[in-house]
C-alpha cells in the first residue's frame, strides 16, 4: 500500500523568502503526481500536475520537481507571500490515475 | 476546464439525522467518483469509490450502512451519512475524473451537535 508522507508538517517563513516542502512515496510506480493546496475548512486547489514521464513542472512562482526512483517530489516557492499560507498536500494516484493517497500535509504560514 | 460540484459547503445537524451529500460532475461523465473524509488537523483520507450503476467498494475500518453512497447517474455521486453522530463530524470531499486530469468538490463541513 502507498504511503506518502511530508516534510516539514508545519513551516513558518518571513515573507520574501525562498522554501522546499518534500513529499516522499513508499510506491515508485506512479503515473503522476499532484500538489494541492487547502485552506482552512476549504476544498482543494490544484496546484501543479507531473506525469509520471516528467521531472518537474512550473506554475509562477511555484516549481514542482519529481524523482520516481528515489520516491520524492518537491514543491519549492519562490518569494513567499503571506497568501500562500495554506496546507499543501502532495497526492499520488494507486491503482490507476484517479484513486489517490494524499500526503499527510505541510501547514505553511508565511508571516509579513 | 473540468468542473465537480459539491453541496452543501457545510451542514450542522443533530445525532440521530441524516445527512445527504451531493457531488456532481459539470462538464463531463464520471463513472467512477471517489469520497473522502478529512479529520481536524489530518490529512485526506479515501472512504469509498462510488461506481456508477454498481455497489461502491468501501475502504478497510469504512461502515458500509453508516455511509451510504449512490451513484445513479454519471453526473452525480451522494454520500448519506446515516443516523450521524459527533464523531462523524468531518470534512467530506469528492473527486471525479475525466480522460486526463482528477478534480475535487469543494467540500463538505459536517457538524453533528
Known amino acids: 500500500k502507498q504511503e506518502v508522507t511530508q516534510i516539514p508538517a508545519a513551516l513558518s517563513v518571513p515573507e520574501g523568502e525562498n522554501l522546499v516542502l518534500n513529499c516522499s512515496f513508499t510506491?515508485?510506480?506512479?503515473?503522476?503526481l499532484q500538489w494541492f493546496r487547502q485552506d482552512p475548512g476549504k476544498g482543494l486547489t490544484s496546484l501543479l500536475l507531473?506525469?509520471?514521464?516528467?521531472r518537474e513542472q512550473t506554475s509562477g512562482r511555484l516549481n514542482a520537481s519529481l524523482d520516481k526512483s528515489s520516491g520524492r517530489s518537491t514543491l519549492y516557492i519562490a518569494a513567499s507571500q503571506p497568501g500562500d499560507s495554506a496546507t499543501y498536500l502532495c497526492?499520488?494516484?494507486?491503482?490507476?490515475?484517479?484513486?489517490?493517497?494524499f500526503g499527510t500535509g505541510t501547514k505553511l504560514q508565511v508571516i509579513p | 476546464g473540468a468542473v465537480v460540484s459539491q453541496h452543501p459547503s457545510w451542514v450542522i445537524c443533530k445525532s440521530g439525522t441524516s445527512v445527504k451529500i451531493e457531488c456532481r460532475s459539470l462538464?463531463?461523465?464520471?463513472?467512477?467518483m471517489f469520497w473522502y473524509r478529512q479529520f481536524p488537523k489530518q490529512s485526506l483520507m479515501l472512504m469509498a469509490t462510488?461506481?456508477?450503476?454498481?455497489?461502491?467498494?468501501?475502504e478497510q475500518g469504512v461502515e458500509k450502512d453508516k455511509f451510504l453512497i449512490n451513484h445513479a447517474s454519471l453526473t452525480l455521486s451522494t454520500l448519506t451519512v446515516t443516523s450521524a453522530h459527533p464523531e462523524d463530524s468531518s470534512f467530506y470531499i469528492c473527486?471525479?475524473?475525466?480522460?486526463?486530469?482528477?478534480?475535487f468538490g469543494s467540500g463538505t463541513q459536517l457538524s453533528v451537535l
Open positions: 473527486s471525479a475524473g475525466d480522460s486526463e486530469k482528477l478534480f
Open positions: 510506491d515508485s510506480a506512479i503515473y503522476n
Open positions: 507531473i506525469q509520471s514521464s516528467q
Open positions: 497526492a499520488v494516484p494507486e491503482g490507476g490515475y484517479q484513486k489517490v493517497t
Open positions: 462538464d463531463f461523465q464520471a463513472t467512477t
Open positions: 462510488s461506481n456508477e450503476g454498481s455497489k461502491a467498494t468501501y
